[in-house]
């Protein structure tokens, strides 16, 4: 071990005054200057450097800051101004072994920067060790003396002048996500000047949200928008991180999805059109969750990078193990020690800071268990939960974890408290087994998979999971995030498209992604395409690609069916409603491309799968039976005659244990009351089985259903309306669902 100890030593002056606040991390314009607070406890001197421009070579000043008080050194300049560039220098141990890799020669990105001038370089400068030609380690560690300024990215002192204007405060028994990528939406929409494509100003064009408002949208939950940097394997492939799941701040927005023009006038102007973004969907009725990555960072594992935390407190920002390595839960190479209470500060000031100052309506929390683990293990008791459950700012906003990471006992789907829902990955899995992965089995002569209550189960708001006594609270359906596909695995096109996913593009010799994709491609691998005009004629026809067009169109519907009679908050991909492909790649992470940027050049096809979901999501809004707040009991509500809930079988008798447990048991009926809601009946009956089949509609109440979907028939006449009584014996299509609203007034 050894303090660095040269010509670079911190001989800088010191700041004539601390911070106003010094427990108010970040820099910050205050009176004549700025105030500067960074964490470094284990630092034995901290720098805030200065530079003249954004240009690598600018010149820098330096100032060595005062303490450290509980931890945090700071400080006060004068002379600062909002948009000047700065980051820091942090003195001490050299001793990998225990995790201290302290190199003033590596300038550190403020972990609180809310705006980012330049580029992080993939070279040698930026290791805090030295490294080969190939920037491969040298053993054992030795530290590297160049400077790494000239070659990454900077953060800029920034103003507060933009009010966003208020989120419409949407309802969670109201809500439909819709899990877009600011640039794959808007990169090739037809009507989005080329200018504003794929950028947050073209997701904020009236022609982008004329469309959301048409779909019925509420809220665009936004794959990772904090500044990003791409793995340096990715770099060696020609390949870029997409997705953005590498994160490089927690408080400033991706610049590269801003506009040329917001980006040539500087990194406010990027925040500031960030934060117009917000506003007009805002204005529209629209919210904006974004999707955080509060696991892991950009800079890998102990032989990665040195950008930021690694070089202000390498041991209090990272889980390491007793040999100084990092320990990874995520599969990305270090792990964010949730333990440190540090930690969970600065993950708590980011969420505020876009609650507050930028407008945010809600987050889903990628790897989400990373979060909320002690020592080691997982804890419903976490700090974290409680501190979002108790703070004014975040307690009222949607918070959603992803329940899973990949550390030990990793898959924690119910064990979420309040505030937060979570991804339902059983839900993804039931309706896809049924629909799906069931009907390939049963066109192969296999066995029909899960028996019903599975499925009804998910539909009724996964009670099993969410309604379990051992959570501290109480939840209620909107906990389950009801989701088909999302930006993880196959779209929904591909779903029924692909028997196997298609991944070589992403050059892993296709190990990547999971095999474990419950898709079936209904006897054709891969989409048919076909010209322009040619294809309407062919599918109008009785050819067996006409067949197939119509049985995979039809097992799209009867998922997006369920979705939106299940109660909880649905969640889709965007271009799921018009069938988008990736050409069978279930792991686009990399692919910053035509595969990923949504196609909008629809056949007509595709635009009357579109009308289809529009109508589903318009039924689920207009009727509040479709998505019940509450958990159903199977017993009459108050001042009702039927119960609030109940199952039939084919032939119009409740269901029996035998049925409920038998996997061949796969025509059935859901009835709920329309009662407690003001709303009418509704009436679903399943067909899970290839061959169609009779069934004798359920008695309810003894007065007519009207039909108002049937996921067999893609345009329904509106002028026809389809009338039966409970009794009556109707034919479902193989595979299909129908849907009967019912008036609920006793007669």
Known sequence: MHLVNDSFQPSSPSVNAGATQPSRLGVYLEGDGVDIAVTAPNAQAVEVCFFTSGEPTAQETRYRLLGPTDGIWHGHVAGVTAGTCYGFRAWGPWNPEQGHLFNPYKLALDPYARAISGNVELCSQTYAHKTDAALYPLYPFQLDPTNSAPFTARAVVVDKQFEVVPGPKIPWENTVIYEAHVKGLTKQLPGIPEELQGTYAGLAHPVTISYLKDLGITAVELLPVHAKLSEAFLNERGLSNYWGYSTLSYFAPEPSYATSKARCQGPTAVLDEFRGMVSILHENGIEVLLDVVYNHTCEGSSDGQT??????????????????????????????????????????????????EVGIDGFRFDLAVTCARGEEHFTRFHPFFQACLDDPVLRDVKMIAEPWDVGPDGWKTGDFPLPFSTWNDRYRDTVRGFWVSDGRAQSRGESRGAPPFELASRLS??????????????????????????????????????????????????????????????????????????????????????ELAAARIRSTLNMFTTL????????????DEFARTQGGNNNAYCQDNETTWLNWELAEWQKELYRAVRKLITLRREHPVFRPSKFLTGKPHPGDTISDLSWYNQVGLLMGDRAWHDPASRVFQMLRSGRPYGDQDLLAVFNGMLSPKHVRLAPGRGTAYHEVWDSAITEADEDVPSLNLAGDDILLEPLSIKLFLADSRED
């Not at 939106?564 to 271009?575: C, K, Q, R, V, Y």
Request: with cysteine; aromatic share 8%; charged share 20%.
């Open 307 to 356: 950008l930021s935390w690694r070089a202000l407190d390498n041991a209090m920002y990272y889980r390491l193990n007793s040999q100084g390595g990092n320990i990874d839960y995520t599969g990305c190479g270090n792990t964010l020690d949730t333990s440190h209470p540090r930690v969970v500060q600065m993950i708590l000031d980011s969420l505020r800071y876009w609650v507050s």
């Open 461 to 546: 708001g996964s009670q099993d999971i969410y309604g379990a006594g051992h959570i501290p609270a109480v939840r209620s359906p909107r906990c389950s995030v009801n989701f088909l596909t999302a930006h993880d695995g196959f779209t929904l096109g591909d779903l029924v498209s692909y028997d196997h996913k298609h991944n070589e593009n992403n050059l892993e010799n296709n190990r990547d992604g999971s095999d474990n994709n419950l898709s079936w491609n209904h006897g054709s691998e891969g989409r048919v395409f076909i010209p322009g005009h040619e294809a309407e004629k062919i599918l109008q026809t009785d050819s067996p690609l006409a």
């Open 564 to 575: 939106f009679i299940s109660s909880g908050t649905p969640m889709m991909l965007a271009g």
